[in-house]
């Protein structure tokens, strides 16, 4: 164990000038080193981020793997943890009171931390529908981990060690409208689409990195399952069986109205929009009559949902 564990929080931001003041105060009370990944925003986030005394690096954006992995690769940490926070994500008073009083009694066999994230949507907490905990992998040991490289629905794995999972308060909390969470929806939708069609057609090497035993198991099981059972079944059907499996079967109906409209549209419209653009970019893949017609489909879509 350490007699003192520092820790990093590495923050990618796009025009988070909203969200951040609420992201750095909730890591102010164990955060040795915070570095914000900024892709050129255009509202006040740089300004916010320096004058909090944050490192503030600038790279152009492509995706959250690579955008990460870049952090990871170009930017000098000297802590001996690294957090991944979201702009729009809180760590609550109790898990920084866990982080402060566990993170130096870990054995160096466990390189990694869990966190339970929950889902707060137009201020509500989202529990139900199989939306809570959602456990990921957040916290690691400086050197010990990577971000899979995936366009989207990507996850931090370990490279070597064990991972624990601290209990405390994690929040998932945006406070944008629902125009903002269409929108960037209708993105995440173009970028699992472009991931699914890659499996299939081979357009680029496909990472197997969850297929290690340090990461998250329920990430493991829900990636499984998505490419094994979901995605083989037509979209028409797998869109409408999934709400009725997070609204029904796992009780979503109880998240009120709020719940309502939150499963509608991320366990239902989300799910059918993948599909359907899936659908889209397979049409256009057979009518192209070349390999190097089909890559130039593939990019094509790629700077639609990739920017």
């Known amino acids: 164990m350490d007699s003192h564990a520092s820790i990093a929080v590495i923050i990618l931001t796009y025009n988070e000038s909203r969200h951040l003041p609420r992201a750095l105060a909730s890591i102010s009370g ?8 900024d892709s050129f925003s255009t509202d006040d986030t740089v300004a916010i981020a320096k004058a909090a005394g944050t490192t503030v690096v600038q790279h152009p954006f492509l995706c959250q793997a690579q955008q990460f992995n870049w952090a990871l690769d170009n930017v000098p940490i000297t802590s001996d943890w690294i957090m991944r926070l979201d702009a729009d994500e809180i760590i609550e008073s109790d898990l920084a009171d866990e982080i402060v009083r566990r993170l130096p009694l870990l054995p160096f066999d466990i390189t990694g931390i869990n966190l339970n994230r929950k889902t707060i949507f137009q201020g509500r907490f989202i ?29 931090i794995y370990l490279t070597e060690g064990n991972a ?46 969850l297929t290690r035993e340090s990461t998250a ?74 390999i190097e017609e089909r890559r130039s489909v593939v990019a094509r879509f790629s700077r639609q949902d990739l920017n």
């Open 30 to 37: 164990f955060a040795q080193e915070v570095i914000v990944v």
């Open 127 to 155: 529990r139900h529908g199989g939306r809570y905990p959602l456990t990921m992998l957040r916290i690691w040991r400086s050197g010990k981990a990577r971000v899979e490289d995936r366009w989207m629905d990507e996850h």
């Open 164 to 209: 624990v999972t601290f209990k405390g308060g994690f929040a998932d909390h945006n406070l944008n409208d629902l125009t903002s969470f269409t929108e960037k929806h209708n993105k995440y939708a173009g970028r699992e689409a472009l991931d699914v069609l890659n499996r299939r057609h081979h357009f680029f090497e496909i990472p197997v990195e």
């Open 217 to 290: 198991k329920q990430a493991k099981v829900k990636r499984f399952l998505k490419e094994n059972v979901y995605n083989r079944v037509p979209f028409e059907l797998s869109a409408f069986a999934y709400f009725f499996l997070r609204y029904v079967i796992q009780l979503g109906f109880l998240d009120g109205r709020e719940g309502l409209i939150y499963h509608v549209l991320q366990g239902f419209w989300y799910r059918f929009l993948v599909g359907a653009k899936l659908r889209e970019m397979e049409t256009a893949i057979h009518q192209a009559s070349t």
